[in-house]
């Protein structure tokens, strides 16, 4: 594997630290459907978390950033509980790597990078995957992209303690460039669907950030799963052959609204029509299609808002103002809910308007200035290495 040029080290002296990057991403269509075994549909975008690793002498593991104050250092046989701070994300994947059995030789990790905190593009699992190479490189082992998507889900899962689906980590992973990625996440399939056929050539991702924080972390998203999760269970028994909620129709849930909670209802209602509108985005895109795209985007985010409820009042005045601006087809909240990002197709023709509008706008209604960043589809972590990672660690029991 091939880690990526030593240009600069940020807080690294040592010109023999390697460095391993993982992007970000954006989801442009398929939320809350990942813990479901429903259909996400993703792309990265280029920030970048890099992490740059060398040996260490002491016989310890140090973690450090240049975004935080903090830095921790443990032992290998150091099983201490977490930090309950950014350190947790890269230490969750050595734990990871450890109940596996990998052995990893002590090392000094810092993370660098310009992903941006808090809004819904997933810097969680970009440090989280950056990690992971990372370790894997220094101790001279291999993985499959899936293999590697799982684990750090489960660093997340179960030393962070965030409920999150797979899709961040896999599409941080697997991405390829100029293309977005749809996942099937109950077997972890996928295809790669171009963003520059037909009428999409002349279409720009434009990223809108709320700058209201969000956190999977947080007790609203995993409330919003637990509601989720009743409800398919109560499906599940009604109808046995039902693997999840990926397999209902709305005729199902129906059925059973007298035997679930208003909230469980709704939470269940928006999953299921969530996964027919990817299937639709998938077939706007395969026929180069923005105007259905962009109508399947903006009809996600009323689901979204309203069954749910995971919008607040900035992302609904966003998503509401650009629909209503020249060359925009279609926007929706991105990510977790709760703050965060909008995301929008816009006609690259009327991009730089559009955007100025936007700001315009959101500082008039909320005296906030509005970050905008205009992404194309790039690489996953794995493409930007030399060669695909193949498994000598055993999978997670």
Same mark, same amino acid.
């Given at each position: 594997?091939?880690?990526?040029? &030593?240009?600069?080290?940020?807080?690294?002296?040592? $010109? %023999? /630290?390697?460095?391993?990057? !993982?992007? +970000?991403?954006?989801? @442009?269509?398929?939320?809350?459907?990942?813990?479901?075994?429903?259909?996400?549909?993703?792309?990265?975008?280029?920030?970048?978390?890099?992490?740059?690793?060398?040996?260490?002498?002491?016989?310890?593991?140090?973690?450090s950033s240049e975004r935080f104050s903090t830095a921790r250092s443990m032992t290998p046989d150091d099983?201490?509980?977490?930090?309950?701070?950014?350190?947790?994300?890269?230490?969750?994947?050595?734990?990871?790597?450890?109940?596996?059995?990998?052995?990893?030789?002590?090392?000094?990790?810092?993370?660098?990078? &310009?992903?941006?905190?808090?809004?819904?593009?997933? $810097? %969680? /699992?970009?440090?989280?995957? !950056?990690? +992971?190479?990372?370790? @894997?490189?220094?101790?001279?082992?291999?993985?499959?992209?899936?293999?590697?998507?799982?684990?750090?889900?489960?660093?997340?899962?179960?030393?962070?303690?965030?409920?999150?689906?797979?899709?961040?980590?896999?599409?941080?992973?697997?991405?390829?460039?100029?293309?977005?990625?749809?996942?099937?996440?109950?077997?972890?399939?996928?295809?790669?669907?171009?963003?520059?056929?037909?009428?999409?050539?002349?279409?720009?991702?434009?990223?809108?950030?709320?700058?209201?924080?969000?956190?999977?972390?947080?007790?609203?998203?995993?409330?919003?799963?637990?509601?989720?999760?009743?409800?398919?269970?109560?499906?599940?028994?009604?109808?046995?052959?039902?693997?999840?909620?990926?397999?209902?129709?709305?005729?199902?849930?129906?059925?059973?609204?007298?035997?679930?909670?208003?909230?469980?209802?709704?939470?269940?209602?928006?999953?299921?029509?969530?996964?027919?509108?990817?299937?639709?985005?998938?077939?706007?895109?395969?026929?180069?299609?923005?105007?259905?795209?962009?109508?399947?985007?903006?009809?996600?985010?009323?689901?979204?808002?309203?069954?749910?409820?995971?919008?607040?009042?900035?992302?609904?005045?966003?998503?509401?103002?650009?629909?209503?601006?020249?060359?925009?087809?279609?926007?929706?909240?991105?990510?977790?809910?709760?703050?965060?990002?909008?995301?929008?197709?816009?006609?690259?023709?009327?991009?730089?308007?559009?955007?100025?509008?936007?700001?315009?706008?959101?500082?008039?209604?909320?005296?906030?200035?509005?970050?905008?960043?205009?992404?194309?589809?790039?690489?996953?972590?794995?493409?930007?290495?030399?060669?695909?990672?193949?498994?000598?660690?055993?999978?997670?029991?």
């Amino acid at each position: 594997m091939r880690p990526l040029s &030593d240009e600069h080290q940020s807080g690294q002296s040592e $010109s %023999s /630290a390697l460095q391993f990057a !993982a992007p +970000a991403r954006v989801n @442009l269509i398929g939320e809350h459907t990942d813990y479901t075994g429903g259909f996400v549909m993703p792309m990265a975008i280029p920030f970048s978390t890099v992490a740059h690793l060398r040996p260490a002498t002491d016989g310890k593991y140090t973690f450090s950033s240049e975004r935080f104050s903090t830095a921790r250092s443990m032992t290998p046989d150091d099983r201490s509980s977490r930090a309950k701070d950014w350190s947790d994300y890269p230490v969750g994947v050595l734990r990871e790597f450890q109940q596996r059995g990998l052995q990893i030789p002590p090392f000094a990790l810092h993370l660098t990078g &310009d992903v941006p905190l808090g809004a819904g593009l997933s $810097s %969680s /699992a970009s440090v989280e995957v !950056a990690t +992971a190479i990372a370790l @894997l490189s220094h101790a001279q082992a291999t993985l499959p992209a899936a293999t590697i998507a799982k684990l750090c889900q489960s660093a997340e899962n179960n030393y962070v303690g965030s409920p999150c689906g797979i899709m961040d980590q896999f599409v941080v992973t697997a991405a390829t460039a100029e293309h977005a990625l749809l996942l099937n996440t109950r077997d972890l399939t996928f295809e790669l669907l171009p963003m520059n056929k037909g009428d999409l050539a002349g279409c720009t991702i434009v990223v809108a950030n709320s700058g209201v924080k969000h956190s999977i972390a947080g007790g609203d998203y995993g409330l919003r799963r637990r509601e989720v999760e009743a409800g398919q269970t109560r499906l599940r028994e009604r109808f046995p052959d039902l693997r999840d909620l990926a397999d209902a129709t709305l005729e199902q849930l129906e059925a059973c609204e007298h035997e679930l909670s208003p909230e469980s209802f709704r939470r269940c209602r928006h999953i299921i029509t969530e996964n027919h509108r990817v299937r639709e985005a998938r077939e706007a895109m395969l026929a180069g299609d923005p105007r259905r795209l962009g109508a399947v985007m903006t009809a996600a985010h009323a689901s979204e808002r309203d069954d749910f409820e995971c919008s607040i009042d900035e992302i609904d005045f966003l998503v509401d103002t650009a629909v209503g601006l020249r060359g925009c087809y279609g926007a929706r909240l991105t990510g977790g809910g709760f703050g965060g990002c909008t995301v929008n197709l816009v006609n690259t023709a009327n991009v730089d308007e559009f955007i100025a509008a936007l700001r315009s706008a959101y500082r008039s209604k909320f005296s906030l200035e509005l970050e905008t960043y205009r992404c194309a589809a790039v690489d996953g972590a794995l493409a930007r290495s030399a060669a695909e990672l193949k498994g000598n660690v055993p999978e997670a029991r």
